[in-house]
């Protein structure tokens, strides 16, 4: 696992420094969101959260730091990395995904110590994802198709024989955004193909059905603030999910 992350700094630096000498075509996203309740596809994680994104585009080529800690600071914290690379509707994309946060099983409690750097894929609280996804080239018809798998790390099952090893969860999501009378809509699909105990099932499941409202507040001509409202619901776990939120960039 180390040698995979030794690789991927390898290619992301040289593309980074060259950005910055040329100081062309680089765009930085920085914001943060307040929300009621996080809910990853379709997912409980935590009640209410602030949820700050830090991000580098150089042309198709995009680099974001994300993260998710909830108002009490005790509990769920979250801390995503994801190096993705965009053409022509098309993204695929790496991701470490990191939500241990104070709780997790193979923390250092007697030290203090969280063990982020810690990347045995025996032992390790990350959990690696590949992704993809393609939104189709149709104004009238913008459908988005995403598959992503994690392919090592924390993400683990046991076997007949007693052992852990790879579980490669996945999870499929049709998206399908729209607009009416000013309000951006925006309608999702996922599912969990097979057996997963992050999304848990037994067999192929659906467990995410959402639709998101977006719309601007607009305050002057130079600031305005996005707010949104999200109902989920989660056929597998049999639950649902109503979430606000504000976006301050």
């Not at 009640?47 to 585009?57: D, E, H, I, K």
Request: charged share 15%; with cysteine; net charge negative.
């Amino acid at each position: 696992m180390k040698k995979f992350i030794i690789i991927l700094l390898s290619v992301i630096s040289p593309v980074v420094l060259k950005a910055q000498e040329e100081n062309k075509g680089v765009s930085f996203n920085v914001q943060g969101d307040l929300v009621s309740s996080y809910i990853w596809r379709g997912m409980y994680q935590s009640g209410a959260a602030v949820q700050p994104t830090l991000g580098l585009q150089v042309a198709g080529f995009s680099l974001t730091a994300w993260g998710s800690v909830d108002f009490t600071g005790q509990g769920h914290k979250e801390a995503d990395i994801t190096a993705a690379y965009s053409i022509a509707g098309l993204t695929i994309s790496v991701a470490d995904l990191w939500w241990a946060g104070q709780s997790g099983i193979y923390n250092d409690r007697e030290n203090g110590k969280n063990n982020y750097f810690n990347f045995d894929n025996h032992t390790t609280d990350h959990i690696f994802e590949a992704g993809l996804s393609y939104a189709l080239p149709v104004e009238k018809f913008p459908l988005s198709i995403s598959w992503y798998t994690m392919f090592a790390g924390g993400d683990r099952k046991t076997i007949s024989d007693g052992s852990r090893v790879n579980a490669y969860s996945s999870y499929m999501e049709f998206g399908y955004p729209f607009t009416v009378k000013g309000v951006q809509l925006n309608a999702a699909v996922g599912c969990s193909p097979w057996r997963s105990e992050q999304y848990k099932n037994d067999d192929f499941a659906v467990t995410n059905v959402s639709l998101k409202a977006t719309k601007e507040i607009h305050f002057n001509e130079r600031f305005s603030l996005p707010v949104y409202t999200q109902v989920i619901w989660n056929p597998n776990r049999e639950d649902v999910h109503f979430v606000f939120g504000i976006t301050i960039r």
